[in-house]
């Protein structure tokens, strides 16, 4: 069993940054994958960015790419979402996720990219980029 509590959200003008945190309950957590999804009015859960436990292979959806960075720290049951140079449309309720599943692409494992993989999320945080 997991338990997430996500914090770090807020308002923030657009080209700004926030750092969202992550932090997991249970002995286990290291062995989880995990990732960050969001979820906007009106549209469904995406992902955004996702690490795997023990080597922390990342990847990340391509409109997030180069502005947000995913980074664990497995001593203190934590995970981050670093966003920079924010947009409007990254506005949304992020979720934190973990997964004991993975996807292997080109000869890596990585976090899977699909929701229905994960097992435990937290309540989420909301994130508004005003422009």
């Known amino acids: 069993q997991v338990q997430l509590v996500e914090s770090g959200g807020g308002l923030v003008q657009a080209g700004g940054s926030l750092r969202l945190s992550c932090v997991a309950s249970?002995?286990?957590?290291?062995?989880?994958?995990m990732g960050w999804f969001r979820q906007a009015p009106g549209k469904e859960r995406e992902f955004v960015a996702g690490?795997?436990?023990?080597?922390?292979?990342?990847n990340y959806a391509d409109s997030v790419k180069g502005r947000l960075t995913i980074s664990r720290d497995s001593a203190k049951n934590m995970v981050y979402l670093q966003m920079n140079r924010l947009k409007s449309e990254d506005s949304a309720v992020y979720y934190c996720?973990?997964?004991?599943?993975?996807?292997?692409?080109?000869?890596?494992?990585?976090?899977?990219?699909?929701?229905?993989?994960?097992?435990?999320w937290g309540q989420g945080t909301q994130v508004t980029v005003s422009s």
């Open positions: 249970g002995r286990t957590f290291s062995e989880y994958g």
């Open positions: 996720a973990a997964s004991l599943q993975r996807e292997y692409y080109r000869g890596t494992y990585y976090a899977p990219k699909r929701a229905s993989e994960y097992a435990y």
């Open positions: 690490i795997t436990s023990s080597v922390g292979n990342t």
